[in-house]
């Protein structure tokens, strides 16, 4: 059954997807900074019991807790792990916009301003897509990434060198995992996994499918019809790359606070940087500290101490 993309004509709202796997604290901490939008929390599956009690134990009522599932670097399942917190963001909530996080981000905004601007743009998703080859990644732009089949093993890329047939119907586009998709939008991925099951069969192979899953469905007209006309190509996330070669950002200090607050209000920005990434309790604390007095996070407290499983 198709999810409805349809929101109340009310002041447009976020519902954030967390996917985390360790550092407890943050997470709490970061559930309290996007206090009062609701939050749907994937815990990797192979994150140790001590640690899954330890992020989601009394957590507020408004945050859900999704189905586990064992995601891992560059592999499939984080796509499948994204797309329930679609489908339980649809289910479960009226917002218009649903974000999509990691456990090591946190907002550069407080509700207000990421309400009004959601508001200014209320059909519209926050996402750069672009359509392969992408030159910024490399040689042959990531085609690649499609053309053969890959395995993930231990943080090495494993791929099959024999090229593989590619769906003729879809056009393929990459771009970061990290977006705020309409509700229409995120409403059409659910649809297309439900519904194209080659599809999801041709991406478990894919590398990196996070980076390319989405952003391929949404770019499809017969998948996503009137996306290209009802999206802002702005990513909505500063992140700390320092410039050198490295697989993920390096984790944020107070020697990042010039930079993250100088970016964060530069003038010549179209859209705020709303969230950044990546925070870690043991070396981002005092960096946080000035992010939440800078942007007024953090001040109604925890909440109600229940928590939900969606289903």
């Known amino acids: 059954m198709a999810i409805s ?24 901490r970061l559930v309290e900074a996007l206090d009062p939008f609701p939050v749907f929390l994937h815990c990797d599956a192979s994150t140790p019991e001590s ?19 064992r995601t891992g670097w560059a592999k499939w399942e984080n796509v499948e792990a994204e797309v329930e917190g679609y489908r339980a963001a649809l289910a479960g909530s009226d917002a218009s916009h649903v974000a999509v996080l990691t456990g090591s981000d946190y907002p550069l905004a407080d509700p ?3 309400t009004a601007l959601l508001d ?9 897509a672009h359509p392969l080859p992408f030159p910024e990644w490399g040689r042959g732009g990531g085609v690649a990434r499609i053309r053969y089949r890959h395995w993930a093993w231990r943080k090495r890329m494993i791929r099959l060198p024999v ?12 771009g970061s995992q990290l977006k705020v998709l309409a509700r229409r939008h995120a409403a059409a991925v659910v649809d297309t996994v439900d ?6 069969r041709f991406w478990r192979r894919t590398w990196v499918a996070d980076e390319t899953f989405v ?12 996306f290209a006309d009802e999206h802002v190509p702005s990513p909505l996330w500063w992140i700390g790359w ?9 984790w944020l200090t107070t020697a990042d606070a010039g930079a993250l607050l100088e970016r964060r209000t530069m003038p010549d920005l179209e859209h705020p940087h709303v969230f950044a990434r990546k925070f870690s309790t043991a070396l981002s604390s005092d960096l946080l500290d000035i992010v939440d007095g800078a942007f007024g996070l953090r001040q109604h407290g925890a909440g109600s101490p229940s928590v939900v499983v969606a289903p």
């Open 5 to 28: 993309p349809a929101a109340p004509a009310s002041p447009a709202a976020l519902a954030c997807i967390v996917l985390a796997h360790e550092d407890p604290e943050h997470v709490r």
């Open 51 to 69: 640690v899954f009690r330890a992020m989601t134990d009394g957590l507020p009522d408004r945050v859900r807790l999704l189905p586990r599932i």
């Open 112 to 114: 207000a301003e990421i």
């Open 120 to 128: 200014a743009h209320r059909e519209e998703s926050f996402i750069a």
């Open 163 to 174: 090229p593989r047939r590619v769906p003729k119907d879809v056009v393929f586009a990459g």
């Open 195 to 200: 519904n194209r099951p080659d599809l999801v």
């Open 215 to 226: 952003p391929s469905v949404l770019s499809t007209p017969t998948l996503t019809p009137g």
């Open 242 to 250: 320092d410039g050198t070669a490295r697989k993920s950002p390096p």
